[in-house]
């Protein structure tokens, strides 16, 4: 129906990006990147009419929204992108489709698929995707790629962890050179910290983490930041504590993303990033509730002689900061008795008759302590 419209209009329109490699994955696909080779904005106008839903242009860049049914469509006027400094918004001028694809990230990224009636659904690929995706393989299309967008070595590597593909050869000597270089720091941060967020909603994040380890992308993002055996160990304490929790607690989910994020930043002094990557509040007073507190709560967790003990310590905090601490294998017995016990026990108030205000509030509270130290126990 697209390439029908585009060719009543004399335009030629493709689906590109990584909905072509999606589908090639026989993945769902739900939003739809078209490039028009023509007017983008009419073509998209003309689709939304039809089917009576909005249009949402922007015309400063050649591109429009729409949303039909629950599929979303971008379209956008093939372009191609000139980079005036590392890292900088590009500038853009109208271009042929090969153009618009070269000015893309990889090679499995940069793949098109004809929707004109010709030769609809045709694959075209000038850069070798349909191989590398074969050969599970992240490649950029030139040596300069990294240096023109540095935000591309993130995506590398959240692309490689996601799919469980590698770096080419050349694409990891080159992203290698790029950290060296310093390339990340130079880079606009609000990009940068846009795509680390794009990483922390990922499925395989602990996967991605592991390649910016191996790549030492963290060192040149967070000033301070340095790994070694104990973060390690945390990180695939907490991986397993989030599984725990996603089975347990379905009804809870959160995302879980920014706990990893939390981790990995509680030895670096990071409330400044927490604002570039615009945290949301939970995550901002977790996080400053550990650094400040993490050490006394972890001690008085491990003296605790008493349920009641763990329960008093424990409650009203955030469950971002319980699952934190039960990541840490000296408390985590402790904290998983409160998320699965403690916490839920209850008493009556009728049971209380005669008192109100306070006064019942303080004999709750201790029936509930009475009760958690007669049911529960703490083994050492
Ligand atoms: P996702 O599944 O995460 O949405 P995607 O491939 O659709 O992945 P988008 O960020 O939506 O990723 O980008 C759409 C397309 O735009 C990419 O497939 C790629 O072709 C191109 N692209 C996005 N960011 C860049 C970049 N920094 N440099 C070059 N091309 C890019």
């Known amino acids: 129906e697209i390439g029908s419209l585009a060719e009543r209009m004399g335009y030629k329109a493709y689906l590109v990006g990584g909905v072509v490699r999606d589908m090639l994955m026989n993945k769902e696909v739900w939003d739809l990147d078209v490039v028009v080779e023509g007017n983008a904005i009419e073509l998209a106008g003309e689709l939304a009419r039809i089917h009576g839903v909005d249009l949402h242009p922007f015309p400063e860049f050649g591109t429009a929204h729409l949303k039909i049914d629950s599929i979303k469509l971008e379209f956008a006027t093939t372009r191609r992108e000139t980079y005036p400094h590392p890292g900088a918004y590009p500038l853009v001028e109208f271009a042929s ?29 000038y850069f070798g995707g349909l191989r590398d995706l074969k050969d599970k393989l992240i490649r950029v299309l030139h040596p300069l790629s990294f240096v023109e967008d540095p935000v591309r ?183 998983k008795l409160y998320l699965e016990k403690l916490r839920h026990v209850k008493v009556d108030p009728r049971e209380f008759s005669g008192l109100s205000g306070p006064d019942l509030g303080k004999a709750m509270e201790e029936k509930k302590s009475q009760l958690m130290d007669s049911l529960f126990s703490l083994n050492s």
């Open 153 to 335: 070595i993130l995506r590398a590597l959240r692309f490689a962890g996601r799919l469980g593909f590698r770096l080419s050869k050349s694409t990891e000597k080159l992203l290698i050179k790029a950290v060296e270089l310093g390339l990340l720091k130079e880079a606009p941060q609000g990009r940068i910290f846009s795509e680390i967020r794009l990483a922390l909603r990922e499925e395989n994040l602990p996967e991605i983490i592991k390649l910016y380890k191996k790549y030492r992308v963290l060192e040149s993002l967070f000033e301070g930041f340095s790994w070694d055996d104990q973060l390690e160990r945390r990180l695939k304490g907490l991986r397993s504590v989030i599984e725990w929790h996603r089975i347990e607690f379905p009804q809870e989910r959160l995302d879980y993303g920014w706990l990893y994020l939390m981790l990995l930043l509680l030895r670096v002094d990071a409330a400044g990033y927490m604002n570039f990557l615009n945290a949301p509040s939970w995550v901002r007073q977790g996080y400053t509730f550990l650094k400040k507190d993490l050490d006394r709560l972890l001690g008085d967790l491990k003296k605790a002689q008493k349920p009641s003990e763990v329960y008093r310590l424990l409650k009203g905090k955030h469950l971002s900061v319980l699952l934190l601490l039960m990541s840490f294998p000296e408390v985590q017995d402790r904290v």
């Open 97 to 125: 489709l090969r153009e618009d694809l070269l000015r893309r990230d990889f090679t499995i990224n940069a793949m098109a698929v004809s929707l004109m009636s010709e030769d609809f659904g045709t694959l075209i690929d």
